[in-house]
């Protein structure tokens, strides 16, 4: 019945995210309009929309102890090989970390927003499949 749609990524140049996301993430062009343009990345349903701001917009909140966190990741299937390709092109802003059935690590965009790429093993109650169970026992 519900699901997610699109996820706004605050952008200071459109055309120049639409490059890094094209060809760091292998997002593809969905449709344009004033201000922004949509994108769908190789695998998901949920879009992400580049909007034109005038200003830097965070991309991160901060919980009661006052860590950062973002507001969304982004999976990806194979996490060593996607850490030595950002690795590579000089994007990691944080080491790779191993916990609970997931590993992750954060990248910088253009804008400086931090992206987190993570990758599930299928023992943790996250992985889609796992999150799949869920749904369908949910629906029935």
């Not at 299937?77 to 970390?97: K, N, V, W």
């Amino acid at each position: 019945m519900f699901r997610i749609g699109s996820i706004f990524i605050p952008v200071s140049d459109v055309e120049q995210s639409l490059n890094w996301y094209t060809t760091y993430f292998y997002a593809q062009e969905i449709g344009r309009w004033e201000g922004g343009i949509g994108i769908c990345l190789p695998d998901g349903s949920t879009q992400l929309g580049l909007i034109q701001t005038t200003s830097t917009q965070p991309t991160t909140f901060k919980d009661a102890s006052g860590q950062a966190h973002v507001y969304f990741n982004i999976i990806c299937e194979d996490i060593q090989l996607a850490y030595q390709s950002f690795e590579q092109a000089g994007l990691i802003s944080t080491p790779l970390h191993d916990f609970g059935g997931m590993s992750c690590f954060d990248v910088r965009d253009p804008d400086g927003h931090t992206i987190s790429l993570i990758s599930e093993e299928l023992t943790s109650p996250f992985h889609r499949d796992r999150v799949k169970e869920l749904q369908t026992k949910g629906n029935n």
